[in-house]
């Protein structure tokens, strides 16, 4: 044997030899760094890949379709996909209530809160659970009609299928953009590009904002890739692995860690400053319109710097509107005590999608309203499955000038608890849509709460007898602008009558799906004729609509704007013609599915009343 080869084996040996001693003395950062260049050579992700469609669907804002039924609910997100690759308009997808900016000009619009962030633009939600925890790699969303609505995709750290829960639940966004214009409704695969995480996750959830869409989005599955071991980034991609980036400052730059947003609450220590400059010299309201205009977190960053600003921007009179929806993933027991001593004098407050999962309790609530309650004139609380029975009893009790309450899907409220409303009788604003609110609670609250203004009824599916509801609402509710019933199941043409005649000053009446009502019986000609002042009427897929009732709404109805007579076979071209001559306000006119109304028929309108936004929509 020639002495080379064993000179090459010793140096071999003692080349492995430095890289075990390396390996066990080197750092994180040479580890990772070494890791880094490695993988540049070698392709990536380092194990399998594993693709897995949404197993379940936990959680949701709203849906068109019903609560009974399958047909365009949040629930359709499950499993493989029904429709995709075909595009159009079908039963078997996931579609949100709302669509476009219509819902914003109608007379139960509500004013928006101050202060809301620039970023956060979200309006719907839904969380998906699937079977296997991994470190995402991919998120494909088919979209099946209209694509383009979401805006933001997030991971949670909590596994929903987990016998022990976590003591803190992190969500963290994988991506996230403004609202974007996509050109035409055809399906795609949407597949943007995530950040990666450094948790397996198995909970993920899309926020939608559908402003500006032409009509309603629909959504038919959702792919997760994943990998089961942490991926070690490309040098391409980064020359720094995940283990070496700093968890506050992430949370910092994707805002969804609870504990950095509670030191900004909390009171620290104070820097002395000789004197605090040019400060000292402007009025006091001056800084305090200037400050205004900070988000919350702003504010709370600035009070961290001097005395003088910490004065300014723990004034109570920053914190007369508040919303920290906005902040969902941060909002905690902790948030709620921080804040405190800021908001005795809060009027409105919006903790919409905030508390799910024990972040906030009932307790935590109730100490936080009963110092911060007195004032209250708008609460929102949509989402907030924390609420229990104790909560509504708190919110009557300490929130005696309450005009306004919305538990939108607060679907977790057990149905005798909505009794405690009735207590609150400077009620005008009441959104009960998704609730189990039943009969009983509701002609309660009906009786007591006689200043209503605005009430959303829509698929609360408690409710037995809604004719009887109708009744009540023309006797007690004579204020009553705008009413929702979408999806009520059994009110009749007596009903209609009851309300008509009660509540002459609706402005927004919405009937969609509402099967039991029949053209035939007069109910709709009844409705033209006693609400004159009438600005939106909902009446989709109610197939029995008529010229009849077009022409009377032509003749009675002329500050009308907004018009949905989605699937009815009986209304012509004439009428509507009519309609739209009289009806100078009218902005939306939605004849989808309407036999009669061909596109070319459409056309022609659409030329002749350019003001006009004309839907028709088929399927493909």
């Avoid at 559908?210 to 959504?219: I, V």
């Avoid at 720094?240 to 968890?247: C, G, H, L, S, T």
């Avoid at 809604?466 to 204020?479: F, Q, T």
């Avoid at 005649?501 to 004729?529: K, Y």
Wanted: proline content about 5%.
């Amino acid at each position: 044997m020639s002495p080379v080869f064993p000179m090459l084996t010793v140096l071999s040996m003692f080349y492995y030899m430095c890289l075990r001693r390396r390996a066990r003395t080197a750092t994180r950062g040479e580890m990772n760094s070494r890791r880094a260049i490695e993988s540049n050579t070698r392709a990536l992700p380092i194990n399998v890949e594993i693709v897995q469609y949404a197993k379940e669907v936990l959680d949701f804002s709203s849906h068109y379709g019903s609560e009974n039924s399958m047909s365009y609910t949040m629930w359709n997100l499950a499993g493989i996909p029904n429709v995709y690759p075909s595009s159009g308009d079908f039963t078997q997808t996931a579609v949100f209530r709302t669509y476009g900016t219509w819902w914003d000009r109608c007379p139960s619009a509500r004013l928006p809160f101050k202060r809301t962030p620039p970023t956060f633009c979200s309006q719907d939600y839904v969380e998906l659970a699937f079977e296997e925890p991994v470190y995402p790699t991919a998120v494909h969303i088919l979209e099946t009609y209209h694509p383009g609505a979401v805006v933001r995709i997030l991971a949670c750290s909590a596994n929903p299928y987990s016998q022990n829960p976590p003591a803190e639940v992190r969500w963290e966004i994988l991506w996230s953009e403004a609202p974007t214009k996509v050109n035409g409704p055809q399906a795609r695969q949407f597949t943007p590009c995530i950040k990666q995480v450094n948790f397996p996750t198995n909970l993920i959830r899309l926020e939608v904002n559908s402003s500006l869409l032409d009509y309603y989005t629909e959504l038919d599955a959702v792919v997760l890739h994943g990998v089961k071991e942490r991926p070690v980034l490309s040098l391409k991609t980064s020359m720094i692995d995940m283990n070496d980036i700093d968890e506050d400052e992430d949370e910092e730059k994707y805002g969804c860690g609870m504990d950095t947003l509670n030191k900004q609450f909390s009171i620290v220590t104070l820097r002395e400053w000789p004197t605090n400059g040019y400060f000292d010299k402007l009025p006091y309201e001056l800084i305090q319109l200037i400050l205004s205009h900070l988000t919350v977190p702003d504010l709370c960053r600035l009070a961290q710097t001097c005395k003088l600003l910490y004065q300014h921007c723990c004034d109570p009179l920053q914190y007369i509107h508040l919303s920290l929806q906005p902040y969902w993933a941060r909002i905690n027991d902790t948030s709620l005590e921080y804040l405190q001593s800021r908001c005795t004098l809060i009027q409105w407050l919006n903790l919409s999608w905030t508390g799910n999962r024990g972040a906030i309790s009932v307790s935590g609530f109730s100490r936080f309203l009963k110092v911060c309650g007195s004032e209250l004139v708008r609460l929102e609380l949509s989402c907030g499955h924390f609420l229990n029975e104790t909560c509504l009893e708190v919110i009557t009790e300490m929130c005696p000038n309450l005009q306004e309450l919305n538990l939108s899907s607060c679907d977790k409220i057990p149905p005798q608890a909505f009794n405690h409303i009735a207590k609150v009788g400077s009620l005008k604003r009441l959104i009960l849509y998704r609730t189990k609110v039943e009969q009983t609670a509701l002609l309660s609250i009906l009786n007591f709460c006689s200043e209503l203004q605005h009430l959303s009824l829509g698929s609360c599916v408690m409710i037995e007898d809604y004719d009887l509801i109708a009744s009540m609402m023309g006797a007690k509710c004579k204020k009553l602008r705008s009413l929702d019933l979408w999806r009520c199941k059994n009110i009749t043409e007596s009903g209609i009558a009851e309300l008509a005649s009660g509540c002459q000053l609706l402005e927004e009446l919405d009937l969609g799906w509402c099967p039991t009502l029949q053209s035939s019986t007069g109910c709709f000609t009844n409705l033209a004729r006693k609400l004159p002042n009438l600005q939106k009427l909902f009446l989709t897929a109610n197939r029995s609509v008529c010229d009849t009732d077009i022409e009377e709404l032509a003749a009675n109805c002329t500050r009308l704007r907004q018009l949905d007579i989605l699937g009815t076979r009986m209304v012509s071209p004439a009428s509507l013609r009519k309609l739209l001559e009289s009806c100078k306000d009218l902005s939306l006119l939605d004849v989808s599915f309407c036999s009669q109304i061909d596109n070319r028929v459409v056309l022609e309108l659409n030329a002749n009343f350019p003001n006009v936004f004309i839907k028709k929509s088929f399927t493909q």
